[in-house]
Structure formats: structure tokens, C-alpha cells
């Protein structure tokens, strides 16, 4: 398993709840496994732990292993070459990543050097070569040119190039379509899995929008409040999701030509790392909550299909699709 995350916690001191409690998640090379949930879920933090980049202060449980080996035992030069080599991560705001004073040249030669794939001399041929690999039309061009000069898209595959300037094995998408027009957005996620397909790379997806999710990922983990609570297939998860909170995603997701659907928006607001709970943390804002969720631990059931849903009653209930009458 290229990564594998087995009853990760994060303990922050003064928080009320743990930033992140018993995560576990699996990525194997050449899959794409989606990451959903609201914001403050804690899908960048779990993504952010196979760079072991977590915030000051944070007690650490569980353990985080990419291609076999202990991330949070990784210490000095290891932990750089890790960072540098076998992991890379591709961020939302590509204008962000790079200096808005620089050639597009200089921060693709910059990371090739640093990260030892090649030297200085041979280093603008190559970035050349990266960017034509990503699919920009004029590569020769563009690394003379400064950020300001290129598009959305354009500056997103610039990123992509450099998060695989050292060939990594393993790629985190933070939500890396998500500020792009839908048509970029399908040529980014076009891009992404021809990638995928020639290099071997494990991909974690993260992204907010759980159709998307289902049609792209190979498999879907679904987080609330610093846990998983659900994980399945991405072909059963559209219609045969389990757990209320992923059904309330999907019920408060509009569908394209469909205009008869009524949205239902999840009431409530997800908790704060301020707000304590001692049970199911969707209790309160659960349509089928009952007075034993309140105390119930959270714990990852196996479904009869696959996949998993941390709900006390999730073999009393119907799936999604049997209980709304929808189809994908």
C-alpha cells in the first residue's frame, strides 16, 4: 500500500475535540481515492500528515506509513528527502505557490535542483520538457514568462509540473480544481488521470464536491469533524451512501437538468475544535438521531457491500437511494 494512515489522532491542547480522531485511509499506486467533507473536516490536515506537516504543538497518535515506511518517525535530512522526492502536494491557489516576481523558469529549475532530479545545467531543458508534459502549447514560451501572464489553468499545470519535477509516487490534490471554470476544471482532472495512468501515482483527491468525487475517484472517504464516517466505492457511494451525513451531502448537491429536485440543506453548523461533544459528533444536526447517539463512541461498521459508515444504526436504515427513490 503506497499510503497508508491506520488510527491517526491529533491532540491539540485547549481544543475540546481532537483535530483529527482514529483516521484511517489507504491510497495504492495507480488509484485515485476521493476526500470529502465541509470545510474544517480535516481533509488538507490528514493529506498534510504524509508530509508530516502538522500544526505547532500537536500530539500525534497512530501512525502514517507511505510506501512502507513510519512518516512520523522520519526526522533531518530524511524527513527533507521525503517532502522533496516522494511525496508532492498540489494546493488550490496556484498564484500562491508561486513568486509573482519570477519567471515561471526560475521555480521550476529552483525545485529541480533542490530536489536533486537534476542539476543547474541541464535543470531549464527539463522544466521545458515538464511543461510540455502537462500539456501547455508553447513551453519554450512560457518559461520566460512571469505568473501574471498566464490563466487559471495555465498557472495550475504550471504547479503540477513542479509537484512532479522529482517523480513522485504518491500526489495530494487539495482541492486543486476547485477555483477553476468547469471547463478547465475538466482538463486539469483530464490531465491528472493520464498521469495517474503513465507514472503509477497513487492520488488522493480532496475536494468539497461529492458528485465530482463519485464520478472521478476510485474509491470516496467521507469526513466529519476530524473523523471518517464513511468510505465506499465511488460507483455504490452516489446511490447507495449510508451514513445521514453523506446523504446530506448529497441531498443539498444540485444535479445538472435536474430542476424538479428540492435541496435540503443539513441544518446546524459542523462543530468547532471549541465545541465538545461525547458521542456521535453528527448527533445534533441528524435526522434519525436517538438519545443513545448522544454517548454512542463512533466506530467504523463494515457494510454488507464494502466500505464502511461509523453510524449506530446504519443496518436499520435504508440506503440512500432505496429511501429517496434516485438513481445515478
Known sequence: MLLDIENLTLLLPGAARPLLADV??????????????????????????????????????????????DVLAMTG???????????????????SALNPVRRIGDFLVERLVRT??????????????????VGLPDPERHVRQHPHELSGGMLQRVVIAGALAAEPRLLLADEATSALD???????????RTLREQRELGL????????????????VY?????????????????????????????ECSPELGDTSRVLRPIPGRPPSLADGFTGCP??????????????????????QDGGTAACRRVHDRRPAAEATGRTR
Open 24 to 69: 484511517s485511509l489507504k491510497v495504492a499506486s495507480g488509484e485515485v481515492v476521493g476526500l470529502v467533507g465541509e470545510s474544517g473536516s480535516g481533509k488538507s490536515t490528514t493529506a498534510k500528515a504524509a508530509l508530516r506537516i502538522l500544526p505547532d504543538g500537536v500530539t500525534a497518535e497512530g501512525r502514517v506509513r507511505v510506501d512502507g515506511e
Open 77 to 95: 535530512a530524511r524527513l527533507r528527502e521525503h517532502r522533496a522526492r516522494t511525496v508532492a502536494m498540489v494546493h488550490q491557489d496556484p498564484r
Open 116 to 133: 536533486g532530479s537534476t542539476d543547474r545545467r541541464d535543470a531549464r531543458a527539463r522544466a521545458v520538457e515538464l511543461l510540455g508534459s
Open 182 to 192: 468547469v471547463t478547465t476544471q475538466a482538463d486539469i482532472l483530464a490531465l491528472l
Open 204 to 219: 488522493l483527491f480532496i475536494t468539497h464536491d461529492l458528485h465530482l468525487a463519485a464520478a472521478y475517484c476510485d474509491r
Open 222 to 250: 467521507v469526513m466529519y469533524a476530524g473523523r471518517v464516517v464513511e468510505e465506499q466505492q465511488a460507483e455504490r457511494l452516489f446511490g447507495h451512501a449510508r451514513h445521514p451525513y453523506t446523504q446530506g451531502l448529497l
Open 282 to 303: 453528527f448527533a445534533d444536526r441528524c435526522p434519525h438521531t436517538e438519545s443513545a447517539c448522544e454517548t454512542w463512541q463512533p466506530e467504523a461498521l463494515s457494510l
